[in-house]
C-alpha cells in the first residue's frame, strides 16, 4: 500500500478514536515541529531581551590571571558608587575571567589573547589590571596610553613612586625586529622602576600591589600587580577614578 493511502487511512481511523491516541499519533509524527517551534520562540523572546535590557558600559576593566574572591562584589559596588552615570541606561563591569599562560600557549591563552586583542580593538576596555610578567607582554606592544596624557600635574607627582616605565627605545627595536621577521631577537628589557637608566623612559602603568583592599577582592597570579589605562579607551576620566579608588583618594 502506498505511504499516502496508508496515512490517510490512519487519519480516518482517528477521527474516532481517544484523546490518548490521537495524542499519541500527533506527538509521533509533530514532535520535532513542536520542539523546533518552542526553541525557536524561547531564542526570539530571550534575543529581545537581551537588546532591551543590554546597557552600555560606564566603566569596563580587564583584570588578567586573576579571580575574583569574596570581596569583589562590595569592592566593586563601593566603586560603582563614585561614579557618576545613570544605571538605568550603563554598567560596570571587571572580567577576571582571561587567563594568559607564560609557559605555554595552550588552548585558554590563545582564547584569551584573541579575546582581549577584539574587545581592545572594538574600544571596549578602560584598563589591564595584571601581574608584572604579562603586564609587560602587552606594554611594549603600545597598549598602554603615556600617562602624562592622562593624568594631571598633582596626579602624576601622586603617584610617581609606583610608576611602570617602559623604554620606548626598546619597543623601537622589538618592532623592528618583528618588522624583518628576526624571531631570534629577544629584547632586554629595562628594570620597569628605573627610568634613569632607560634612553626613552615612559609611564605607561602604576604598580597597585601595595593596596591591601584590592587583594580582598581579588588574587592575583604574581605579586606584584599593575595597572594601565588602554591606549584607546573612550572613557579614560573612569580609568582615572578606578585608579583614585585603588590607591583610596
Not at 506527538?27 to 520562540?41: D, L, R, S
Not at 566603566?59 to 569574596?70: C, D, K, T, W
Not at 618588522?179 to 623612559?201: G, Q
Request: glycine residues 4%; aromatic residues 18%; charged residues 25%.
Amino acid at each position: 500500500m502506498p505511504v499516502m493511502d496508508e496515512f490517510r487511512e490512519e487519519r480516518e481511523a482517528l477521527k474516532n478514536g481517544t484523546r490518548k491516541e490521537k495524542f499519541e499519533y500527533f506527538w509521533t509524527y509533530y514532535k520535532w515541529y513542536v520542539i523546533g517551534g518552542i526553541a525557536a520562540v524561547v531564542f526570539i523572546v530571550s534575543f529581545i531581551y537581551e537588546i532591551i535590557n543590554n546597557k552600555d558600559y560606564a566603566f569596563y576593566g580587564v583584570f588578567l590571571n586573576s579571580y575574583a574572591l569574596e570581596g569583589e562584589e562590595a569592592y566593586m559596588q563601593g566603586f560603582a558608587d563614585r561614579l557618576d552615570y545613570d544605571e538605568t541606561k550603563y554598567t560596570v563591569g571587571i572580567d577576571s575571567s582571561l587567563y594568559i599562560s607564560h609557559e605555554s600557549y595552550d588552548e585558554t591563552t590563545t582564547s584569551s589573547t584573541q579575546k582581549l586583542m577584539v574587545y581592545i580593538a572594538a574600544n571596549e576596555i578602560d584598563l589591564i589590571v595584571g601581574d608584572a610578567t604579562t603586564f609587560n607582554q602587552y606594554a611594549y606592544n603600545e597598549t598602554f596610553a603615556d600617562l602624562r596624557d592622562i593624568l594631571s600635574e598633582e596626579q602624576m607627582e601622586k603617584y610617581s613612586d609606583y610608576f611602570y616605565y617602559i623604554d620606548q627605545a626598546t619597543a623601537d627595536e622589538k618592532e623592528a625586529a618583528q618588522d624583518d621577521m628576526n624571531y631570534e631577537y629577544v629584547p632586554d628589557y629595562p628594570d620597569s622602576t628605573k627610568p634613569e637608566e632607560m634612553e626613552t623612559p615612559i609611564p605607561v602603568g602604576v604598580y597597585i600591589d601595595s593596596n591591601e583592599s584590592l587583594w580582598e577582592a581579588y588574587s592575583f597570579s604574581e605579586e606584584s600587580v599593575v595597572m594601565g589605562i588602554v591606549i584607546n579607551t573612550l572613557r579614560p576620566e573612569a580609568a582615572v577614578e578606578f585608579l583614585e579608588y585603588v590607591f583610596g583618594y
